[in-house]
């Protein structure tokens, strides 16, 4: 479950540190279903909360946005998981996308394409 995953970073003091191997990154957005999911809070509930419409969160859920440093601390205030966690999330995830589509770029190089 991505509770542990998220767990285990902090407990080893912060992503990318102290970890021999690293855990599968997910999108901050599918954390933030799960969690979601974990304290029985809707969408909806959250967006009220959050003073945003419905639509914004499904389109952070689904990966279409980002979460800003804004988001961030709107999510900290709404459901109390520090903005910090938020952006790590978010940076871990921009830079393993960048990386993979180099890598790709690099591969497709190497064969001529």
Known sequence: MV????????????????LKTKPELINPGLFLKEY????EMTQKELGVLMGLPQSNIS?????????????????EDAIGVPAKTWLWLQLE??????????S???NRKQRGE
Do not use: P
């Not at 542990?4 to 990318?16: M, V």
């Not at 979601?36 to 304290?39: K, R, S």
């Not at 859920?61 to 800003?68: C, K, P």
């Open 3 to 18: 509770f542990r995953w998220i767990r285990q970073y902090l407990l080893k003091g912060g992503f990318g540190m102290g």
């Open 59 to 75: 389109r952070i859920i689904s990966g279409t946005r980002r979460i800003t440093v804004r988001l961030a601390y709107q999510l």
């Open 104 to 106: 790709l770029t690099n």
């Open 36 to 39: 979601l999911e974990g304290i």
């Open 93 to 102: 995830w921009d830079l393993e996308v960048i990386n993979a589509k180099e």
